[in-house]
């Protein structure tokens, strides 16, 4: 027994109750993640349930489906925006994108397509939150043609797109045809542009790479352009007058 006057009795009795406060407060942080974690799960669910109702409603009609996807904050929603001029959602945020969404977009000689935003990429997602954001992915799976977007003006911008291309491979959506869309050309000066296409070479994608602004209409005409070219080869058996090349002379709009 150790006598009183040892110091170890005091500093235990004063290590104890921390130690307790310290665990009790972890327990607690633990349930209000694992409780947010199920409210996404079950907003998701939700979600998913939609998604399955506009898939059917698009199989219906069989308008070929295009996909935004990409790094979060790349600028996939303002470039959903300024295609189809309508307001949709666009935040600095992580998952500010959680639920896809779609637009009809309207080409030349009545030719409708579906334009699909996507929730944002990160790298390294915790492995709690793959499975519960694998849900808001699946509509991906019926992509016909995927923009993917890229922020040029992040010098990270190759592991980004690496890491998003990743993804798609373990998700099983390598094989969708894409283009490669560097976004945000107006923050970008001439030389990281050049640097941009040289790397994009070395990569093996600029022949599918298409530069832009999202914020301005005027960039996206070859764009829209690929996209059309690319459907065309997609779809065999679609009326091909539809996707002839005649030049887009604006931005169309959403119906």
């Known amino acids: 027994v150790l006598p009183m006057h040892h110091p170890f009795p005091l500093t ?19 349930r209000r993640v694992r409780e947010r974690i199920n409210r996404l799960e079950r907003e998701i669910e ?19 489906l295009v996909s935004i996807v990409g790094y979060t904050n790349a600028g996939k929603s303002t470039l959903m925006g300024t295609l189809t001029a309508s307001d949709v959602h666009a935040e600095q945020r992580m998952f500010a994108t959680l639920d896809p969404t779609s637009r009809r977009l309207r080409l ?3 030719q409708e397509v579906i334009i699909n935003d996507t929730v944002g990429f990160i790298r390294d997602l915790p492995p709690d ?6 849900s808001t992915l699946e509509e991906i799976q019926n ?3 995927l923009l993917h977007v890229i922020d040029i003006a992040d010098e990270r911008w190759p592991q980004r797109f690496e890491s998003v291309e990743r993804i798609l491979r373990e998700l099983g959506y390598g094989a969708i045809p894409r283009l490669i869309v560097f976004n945000k050309i107006d923050l970008a000066d001439p030389i ?3 640097a941009a296409r040289r790397l ?26 690929r996209i059309r070219a690319a459907l065309a080869r997609r779809f065999e058996l ?18």
């Open 238 to 255: 679609l009326d091909q007058h539809a996707f002839r090349e005649a030049p887009f002379s604006s931005v169309p709009r959403s119906i």
């Open 192 to 194: 990281a542009l050049d």
């Open 143 to 145: 992509s016909d043609l």
């Open 200 to 225: 994009a070479q070395g990569l093996g994608i600029l022949r599918e790479a298409v530069f832009v602004s999202a914020r301005d209409a005027a960039t996206l005409d070859e764009l829209l352009e």
């Open 108 to 110: 030349p000689h009545e």
């Open 46 to 64: 939700r979600l998913r349930e939609q998604r399955q109702e506009r898939r059917k409603r698009r199989l219906r009609n069989e308008r070929p």
């Open 12 to 30: 235990l009795g004063l290590v104890m109750p921390l130690a307790i406060g310290a665990l009790v407060a972890y327990e607690n942080d633990l």
């Open 129 to 134: 939150l793959v499975a519960a954001f694998r």
